[in-house]
């Protein structure tokens, strides 16, 4: 008669399917938020300077998790930056 073969043991912990968070607050999250809200209030032809070394991490990162949030709000901006500087502002789609 042939043996049952061992279940191997798991690799990772297990937790209850409920117990799973559902939301995600990203660690960009406070930066691209107050960044949204003041490209919301950008007018026509104006630009947000923001220092980099206001950012809590690197331009590249912060203008990706931006990139993000405003694809899921429908806005378009675009960015540009400097060694000091990145810049950041609406992009008029009528144009």
């Known amino acids: ?10 690799n ?10 559902k939301g995600r607050e990203g660690k960009h999250k406070q930066i691209v938020s107050q960044l949204l ?3 919301e ?6 630009a947000l300077k923001v220092p980099l070394a206001a ?4 331009k590249e990162n912060i203008r990706s998790a931006l990139n993000r949030a405003t694809r899921q709000h429908d806005i378009e ?3 540009s930056s ?3 500087y990145l810049y950041i ?4 789609r009528k144009a």
């Open 41 to 46: 209030q950008l007018q026509q032809g104006t």
């Open 82 to 84: 400097d060694a000091e």
């Open 12 to 21: 990772f912990q297990s937790i209850r399917q409920a117990d799973v968070p």
């Open 1 to 10: 008669m042939a043996e049952k073969a061992e279940t191997p043991a798991m």
């Open 77 to 79: 901006v675009a960015t």
């Open 37 to 39: 809200s003041d490209i």
């Open 55 to 58: 950012l809590p991490d690197s």
């Open 89 to 92: 502002w609406k992009i008029d």
